[in-house]
């Protein structure tokens, strides 16, 4: 990308990847919104860009069924795939479509998935989803997560639209919406898909780092980076401390943990630690829908090539169905947040 996001007190904006106002950011080439039950949901008609974001919340679905990917309608045996569900992982070869998420429960319950791909004619296209949520209803059950990587073995056309399939009977339910946003070197828009909604340092002197009022936005991109706080840091959304919020995690690759009817998503921005630790999330933020978030968090593990970053991977759900966040608050439940934490929120309709 043309420029990126820096850490501590050099952490702005990303005009270039993340959108906030400059030119050649990311930019909504076409969206497909579900007016009736469909095992298909399709955005066709696509800009040859060199990457493509696709954010997809999924109403819901007839029964219970994975979810995967084709590309320019092609249902041939050129796809192979990698998907864990839960932290199982499997394989597959010569298929006639990719994976995008993949499930085991039974829920018919939303989905919501982040995914990228790399477009280049001339070349295998590679697609990865890199962590799904799906709710299961109420705070009490904990979120679903799910990891999908593929490749569509074209090598002689740019994709020109993308599918989320169930490849059976099962359809998905009126409402679901595919989102497909593209970013090319060559762009000097200023129609960015992401809007900064809110940009917030730390004092230095307090356990609080919120937010403040955000406008209402269906999606939400939240990026943050923290540090000195002690033993942990707890997430919650328009001040709601009740036991409202459900979460799933692995740890350094771990096995999947599990909390449920907590007061905040806690720990979403990482671990118990002194040390910076950067955090990528996403929420699809459905005024009737449960709130589904998907996370990313690296910590530095202390200074040094000797030493080597932590990680965790993290979906979480707020099981509010009355109202769109409109408040985000990070409370570390040690010590105050350090003057180089900075919160930053993006959102789109």
Not at 78 to 95: F, K, L
Not at 147 to 168: D, H, L
Request: negative net charge; charged residues 15%; aromatic residues 8%.
């Amino acid at each position: 990308m043309q420029s990126y996001m820096g850490l501590g007190n050099s952490l702005q904006t990303a005009q270039a990847a993340a959108g906030g106002g400059g030119p050649g950011g990311w930019v909504e080439l076409a969206r497909t919104t579900l007016g009736s039950a469909n095992a298909d949901l399709t955005v066709s008609s696509l800009a040859d860009k060199r990457y493509y974001m696709v954010l997809t919340a999924t109403e819901g679905s007839s029964a219970n069924s994975d979810m995967y990917s084709r590309f320019n309608g092609d249902s041939g045996s050129n796809y192979s795939y990698r998907v864990a569900y839960n932290g199982t992982e499997s394989t597959q070869i010569n298929q006639g479509n990719g994976g995008w998420h993949t499930t085991a429960t039974g829920s018919t319950t939303p989905l919501f998935t982040v995914a990228y791909i790399a477009n280049l004619a001339g070349e295998e296209k590679l697609f990865m989803c890199p962590l799904s949520v799906k709710a299961l209803s109420g705070a009490g059950s904990a979120p679903e997560r799910s990891i999908g990587f593929t490749k569509w073995t074209n090598t002689s056309a740019a994709i020109n639209s993308i599918t989320q399939t169930t490849t059976t009977s099962t359809t998905q339910s009126t409402g679901s919406e595919m989102v497909v946003l593209g970013w090319d070197p060559a762009d000097t828009h200023t129609t960015n898909f992401w809007e900064e909604l809110a940009s917030v340092n730390a004092t230095g002197s307090s356990t609080n780092l919120s937010s403040g009022t955000i406008s209402a936005k269906k999606y939400l991109w939240i990026q943050c980076f923290t540090k000195d706080w002690t033993t942990g840091v707890d997430m919650t959304f328009n001040n709601d401390t009740g036991s409202n919020y459900a979460r799933r995690y692995s740890n350094l690759g771990g096995a999947d943990a599990t909390s449920i009817n907590q007061a905040s998503i806690n720990d979403m921005v990482g671990g118990a630690s002194s040390n910076p630790s950067f955090t990528n999330i996403f929420i699809v933020n459905n005024s009737a829908n449960e709130k589904l978030a998907i996370g990313h968090n690296v910590d530095n593990n202390g200074t040094g090539a000797t030493n080597y970053p932590d990680r965790i991977e993290m979906v979480g759900k707020w099981a509010n169905t009355s109202a769109q966040i409109t408040e985000i608050d990070l409370d570390s439940t040690g010590s105050n947040f350090s003057s180089n934490s900075i919160l930053k929120v993006w959102g789109s309709n």
